[in-house]
T-cell receptor, first 119, second 113 residues
Framework: KAGVTQTPRYLIKTRGQQVTLSCSPI?????VSWYQQTPGQGLQFLFE???????NKGNFPGRFSGRQFSNSRSEMNVSTLELGDSALYLC??????????????????FGQGTRLTVV | SQQGEEDPQALSIQEGENATMNCSYK?????LQWYRQNSGRGLVHLIL?????REKHSGRLRVTLDTSKKSSSLLITASRAADTASYFC?????????????FGSGTQLTVLP
């Protein structure tokens, strides 16, 4: 099975611009989550999508948004980029929704990330 | 925000030695997971331990969980140079989704050949 694919791998953007990152989950996985990793704040949860609906959201401003398509692929968008948005953005997919307590105990499969640099 | 701290922040050992990393967290959990990250790349899942389990093994990995102390440890036995990476613990809250992980600050492990 192919792993989680994130594109592009690297991006350089200017302050004020917007950016869209893409994530293709493992085939059959319907849940996609996004994380931001920075040296100062570490790994922080952005949001999670399942069945094209945002299920959970972390503590990030509204400039960060996302969506999921019917094939489970997901995109995240950051508008009006700031220098502090420079980070590694990681996408993770999971196989099943948490419909029952046993099903919650699943691991996440991460992509290689998109390194965003804002200048 | 991060769930807790890991210590040490950095650990350097010789090949063949054992490496122990500790993770503390602040709130109740459903399960705790350990991940490895090589040099700014994606995270790889290592092991998951449920809140009602105390110890789990997977190959050269041994994880313990003490929910009364809100802490966990990861032991890597007979370390190899290829184990050099950052190691993160991540928790899932009892009411939360398995797909919302709250990460610790990480331990940078260096295994010297």
């Amino acid at each position: 099975k192919a792993g989680v694919t994130q594109t592009p791998r690297y991006l350089i953007k200017t302050r004020g611009q917007q950016v869209t990152l893409s994530c293709s989950p493992i085939s059959g996985h319907r849940s996609v989550s996004w994380y931001q990793q920075t040296p100062g704040q570490g790994l922080q949860f952005l949001f999670e999508y399942f069945s094209e609906t945002q299920r959970n959201k972390g503590n990030f401003p509204g400039r960060f948004s996302g969506r999921q398509f019917s094939n489970s692929r997901s995109e995240m968008n950051v508008s009006t980029l700031e220098l502090g948005d420079s980070a590694l953005y990681l996408c993770a997919s999971s196989p099943v929704p948490g419909q029952g307590i046993g099903l919650w105990w699943t691991e996440a499969f991460f992509g290689q990330g998109t390194r965003l640099t804002v200048v | 925000s991060q769930q807790g701290e890991e210590d040490p922040q950095a650990l350097s050992i010789q090949e063949g030695e054992n490496a122990t990393m500790n993770c503390s967290y602040k709130t109740s959990i459903n399960n705790l997971q350990w991940y490895r990250q090589n040099s700014g790349r994606g995270l790889v899942h290592l092991i998951l331990i449920r809140s009602n389990e105390r110890e789990k093994h997977s190959g050269r990995l041994r994880v313990t969980l003490d929910t009364s102390k809100k802490s966990s440890s990861l032991l890597i036995t007979a370390s190899r140079a290829a184990d050099t990476a950052s190691y993160f613990c991540a928790t899932v809250s009892p009411s939360g989704s398995a797909r919302q992980l709250t990460f610790g600050s990480g331990t940078q492990l260096t295994v010297l050949p």
